[in-house]
Structure formats: C-alpha cells, structure tokens
C-alpha cells in the first residue's frame, strides 16, 4: 500500500483544515488507518485512528470533539477534519495503514505516508 497524504497549509487560529490520504492498491479496505503528527524539536505522536470499516475510531483524548477522521473506502481515501486550530496543532501530519489492531502506537503501521505541513498561525 502506498499512502500520499495532502491537504495541508497555512491556516489562522480557529479555522478549518481537511486532509486526505489516498491509498493505491486494491488492499486498502482491509487495513485499519491512522492518523499522526511530529512537531518541530518533538516525537511523532498519534492523533486518532479508524477502523477498516469505518465503524470505529479512535482519538487521543486531547484531540477529541476538534478532530474527527473519515474514510470512504470507494475512493481509497482517509480524512482527518480538523476544527478549532490551535498554534500548536502545527506539526507535519502523517497517515498510515495497518493491520493489527494497535491504533496508538507508531510500531503497529506497517506503511507511511510522507507527510503534509500544517502550520496555525495565531
């Protein structure tokens, strides 16, 4: 599976930003997919994650209410909403895909997209 993440930019404190990842590969509905971000001079950390169905997803909790992903298996596609943007949401978002059930840490993914920047400015 090959993951290109877009969507990202310069975007004011409190606004809107939508991402996507697109998978290639006939495989896609068969993994489950998350969501991570690396600020400047920090570690990657998870941001939430959803299932292969789509059913279920997955936030850490400091995320929660402002962040919501999606996917729509037709299109290959996985989206990360994010609403309310703060200045230290700004940090390269990363998607990925995988196919154990451990959405939290970055050792389960089996694949990685290359990142798109999100800057918030205040």
């Known amino acids: 599976v090959q993951l290109q993440a877009s969507g990202g930019g310069l975007v004011q404190a409190g606004g809107s930003l939508r991402l996507s990842c697109a998978a290639s590969?006939?495989?896609?509905?068969?993994?489950?997919m998350g969501w991570f971000r690396q600020a400047p001079g920090k570690e990657r950390e998870f941001v939430g994650g959803?299932?292969?169905?789509?059913?279920?997803?997955y936030y850490v909790d400091s995320l929660k209410g402002r962040f919501i992903i999606s996917r729509d298996n037709a299109k290959n596609t996985v989206y990360l909403q994010m609403n309310s943007l703060k200045p230290e949401d700004t940090a390269v978002y990363y998607c990925?895909?995988?196919?154990?059930?451990?959405?939290?840490?970055?050792?389960?993914?089996?694949?990685w997209g290359q990142g798109t920047l999100v800057t918030v400015s205040s």
């Open positions: 590969g006939r495989t896609f509905s068969r993994y489950s």
């Open positions: 959803i299932s292969w169905s789509g059913f279920s997803t």
């Open positions: 990925a895909a995988t196919s154990r059930g451990d959405y939290y840490s970055s050792v389960a993914y089996d694949y």
